[in-house]
């Protein structure tokens, strides 16, 4: 896909590799509605970007506002290109000690809003002549089960399921479907989810970088899985 002029939706877009990825697209020609809760944080990134940047102020585990942003923002042939599901949460906990309260955001966020955006985005990009592409964001926990994650684990196989599924369903629609399960990125995740950093985090503006690269490629050429890792997470002390 050639970026230029493109239309772009990515959840999560007010900070971490959201905000990345917006930048990246609009460095590409592409214009990006980047949605988020945290209008604020959103208005800073417009700022920065000028107006490729639209700042969409929405929670994505309501429903009933998704379908009625997505609807009302798409008319009169507007229809978009690209879809970054991205915005998700980890609050890690051991299993007894996990609220219900906890595993209900992160079902909701992480599996739940990526849902609710698909089954409203899906539509138009089968009206768009253009080949389309969807990426969603797992995460290496999507691929492999650690203790005190098992709720963000959970999801974030969920999210991969949900991938390969609709990859089969959409790929005959000219829709594509990726899913990329990075390793651990600095960001602000980590501050919520209340667990440990290391100071060899990849940096989200290259995870962009790989998001560009799959959406530039040849329209009938897909990747549809890629894992992303730090190459060295571990200082020699911790290294098994
Ligand atoms: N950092 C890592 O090491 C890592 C590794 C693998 C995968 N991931 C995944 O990468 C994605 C992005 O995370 P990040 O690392 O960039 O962390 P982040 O900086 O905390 O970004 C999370 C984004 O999701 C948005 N969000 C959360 N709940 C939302 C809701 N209900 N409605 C709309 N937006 C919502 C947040 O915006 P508001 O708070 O403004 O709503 C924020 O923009 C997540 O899916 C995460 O699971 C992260």
């Known amino acids: 896909m050639n970026l230029t002029e493109k239309i772009a939706i990515v959840t999560g877009a007010s900070s971490g590799i959201g905000a990345e990825f917006s930048r990246a697209l609009v460095g590409k020609g592409a214009t990006v509605y980047g949605l988020a809760r945290r209008g604020s944080k959103l208005e800073a990134i417009r700022k920065e970007l000028g107006e490729q940047f639209k700042p969409v102020v929405i929670d994505i585990t309501?429903?009933?506002?998704?379908?009625?942003?997505?609807?009302?923002?798409?008319?009169?042939?507007?229809?978009?290109?690209?879809?970054?599901?991205?915005?998700?949460?980890?609050?890690?906990n051991?299993?007894?000690?996990?609220?219900?309260?906890?595993?209900?955001?992160?079902?909701?966020?992480?599996?739940?809003?990526?849902?609710?955006?698909?089954?409203?985005?899906?539509?138009?990009?089968?009206?768009?002549?253009?080949?389309?592409?969807?990426?969603?964001?797992?995460s290496v926990a999507g691929l492999i089960g650690n203790p005190s994650i098992s709720g963000y684990n959970a999801t974030k196989f969920g999210v991969r399921g949900f991938s390969e599924a609709l990859m089969k369903e959409l790929r005959y629609d000219g829709i594509k479907?990726?899913?990329?399960?990075?390793?651990?990125?600095?960001?602000?995740?980590?501050?919520?989810?209340?667990?440990?950093?290391?100071?060899?985090?990849?940096?989200?503006?290259?995870?962009?970088?790989?998001?560009?690269?799959?959406l530039e490629l040849p329209d009938n050429f897909l990747i549809d899985e890629v894992t992303m890792r730090p190459l060295n997470p571990k200082p020699p002390e911790k290294r098994q």
């Not at 923002?73 to 915005?87: D, M, S, Y």
Request: charged share 15%; aromatic share 10%; net charge negative.
């Open 62 to 92: 309501d429903a009933g506002y998704v379908q009625n942003w997505v609807t009302s923002t798409f008319v009169k042939g507007l229809v978009p290109h690209i879809l970054v599901n991205n915005a998700g949460t980890g609050l890690f």
């Open 177 to 214: 479907v990726s899913c990329m399960f990075p390793g651990s990125i600095a960001t602000e995740f980590f501050d919520k989810a209340g667990s440990e950093t290391h100071p060899n985090m990849m940096m989200g503006r290259d995870v962009a970088t790989v998001l560009i690269n799959l």
């Open 94 to 138: 051991k299993v007894e000690d996990m609220t219900l309260d906890e595993w209900h955001t992160m079902m909701n966020i992480n599996l739940s809003g990526v849902f609710y955006m698909t089954k409203y985005v899906v539509p138009l990009m089968k009206l768009n002549p253009d080949v389309c592409h969807i990426i969603n964001i797992s």
